[in-house]
């Protein structure tokens, strides 16, 4: 490849020494890993193995210890995160006392409207019609999971980072997140995700990051 190739074509994400400690204790790292459009990475590990904290560094919702985050090239910003990153944590961030349209709308005024879809019919995609007016506090924990999908497909984020996304669903849910990464990656969009490893991306091969690095 020529330079002239990598310049126009920066990773979506990219972890440069990557580091977390907590107590002066390694929880992570030092990462050096670039997520490119088109591409599904699973991070599997153990319970406690820092999934969920590298999620949390790699989204700015944690400061590294060592290392820096780069979207698109650039270093991470809280702007650019609105608009460019779209994250499902184990905490699904929805208001349980508006309804799944209200969730979504209130989503779009902040990561704004992919084009091409529009609320309803992201929540058609995860099959919740007749669920589009029902507090949010009234839905399974499945449903609820379902609602913050739509929301991934409503926002033009290209990158997701989706912590356990496969956690509360049925199997069609499980294979309904396989869909939605499958197209997503088709259409130019990247995805990291966490598993246990008892449910996974199930198209081709996704790349495998490891946690910690020995030399
Ligand atoms: N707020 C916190 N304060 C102190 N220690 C924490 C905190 N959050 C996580 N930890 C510790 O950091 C380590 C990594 O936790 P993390 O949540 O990243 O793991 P995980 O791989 O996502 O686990 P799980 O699969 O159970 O969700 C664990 O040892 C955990 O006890």
Known sequence: MSPADTTDTAPLLEAR???FLRNDEPIFGPLNFA?????VVLMEGDNGSGKTTLLKVLSGLLPPSEGEVLLNGAPLT???LSHQVALLGHLLGLKLELSPLQNLRFAM???????GISAHQALASVNLEGYEDVPVRQLSAGQRKRVALARLLLVPAALWLLDEPYANLDRDGIALV????????H???????TSHGAYAYTSG??????LKVTA
């Open 17 to 19: 020494g990557l580091t």
């Open 35 to 39: 997520l490119h459009a088109g591409e």
């Open 78 to 80: 809280l702007a650019r």
């Open 109 to 115: 005024g902040i990561g704004g409207l992919r084009a």
């Open 178 to 185: 396989n869909r939605l990464l499958e197209v997503h990656a």
């Open 187 to 193: 259409r130019g969009g990247a995805a990291l995700i």
């Open 205 to 210: 091969t996704p790349r495998r990051l490891p």
